[in-house]
C-alpha cells in the first residue's frame, strides 16, 4: 500500500471513534501508520466498558503496539488520532516510541466540548509542550483543518 494523505487516516480514526461510542465508550480513536502507510493497528478508547481509567485510545494503542512492535519500528511509525493526545497519552506515546503524532482537534477545542464534565477532565496542556520537555524529537502534526469539524460532530450530545 502506497502512503496516504493524513486527512485519509484521521477519517479513519473518526470511524473508529464512531464505534467506540457506538460500543458504550467515549468517542475517541487511534490508528498506527507504519513508514509504508500500513494501518497495523487500530484502537477505541475503551475505558468505561473494559473499566481501565487509563483506557484511552492512544495510550491503549501505544502499550499494545510496544508488546508488538521494536523500539526501532515504532519510530518509524504515526500515530494518527481524532483528537490531541492528553499529557498521558502523549506520555504513553513517548515510552512506546512512536515517532510522530497526527491529530484531527486540539485538546481546547475538546476541552470546549466536554465542558466540566467529570468523566473527561481534560488537560490544557497541548501534547507539543509534553514532548518538548522529553529527550526525543517526536513530530507532531494537527489540528488537521480537512478534518476538524468531522472529529469534534462525533461529540455532538455524548458530553450533555
Not at 27 to 46: S, T
Not at 47 to 64: Q, S, V, Y
Amino acid at each position: 500500500m502506497s502512503y496516504q494523505s493524513h486527512e485519509y487516516y484521521l477519517r479513519r480514526a473518526i470511524e473508529i471513534s464512531k464505534e467506540a461510542r457506538a460500543a458504550g465508550n467515549t468517542p475517541f480513536g487511534a490508528l498506527l501508520v507504519n513508514k509504508d502507510g500500513d494501518i497495523v493497528m487500530e484502537q477505541g478508547n475503551i475505558e468505561i466498558t473494559d473499566k481501565i481509567c487509563t483506557g484511552h485510545a492512544e495510550a491503549t494503542l501505544a502499550a499494545r503496539a510496544s508488546h508488538e512492535f521494536t523500539k526501532d519500528f515504532l519510530w518509524d511509525c504515526t500515530l494518527y488520532t481524532t483528537a490531541e493526545p492528553c499529557a498521558m497519552c502523549a506520555g504513553a506515546i513517548y515510552w512506546a516510541n512512536i515517532g510522530r503524532v497526527v491529530y484531527g482537534m486540539t485538546e481546547r477545542r475538546l476541552l470546549e466540548l466536554t465542558g466540566s464534565n467529570e468523566q473527561n477532565p481534560t488537560f490544557d496542556l497541548p501534547c507539543r509542550e509534553v514532548f518538548s520537555r522529553g529527550q526525543k524529537a517526536i513530530e507532531v502534526v494537527g489540528p488537521v483543518p480537512e478534518v476538524e469539524v468531522d472529529a469534534a460532530k462525533v461529540h455532538e450530545g455524548y458530553w450533555d
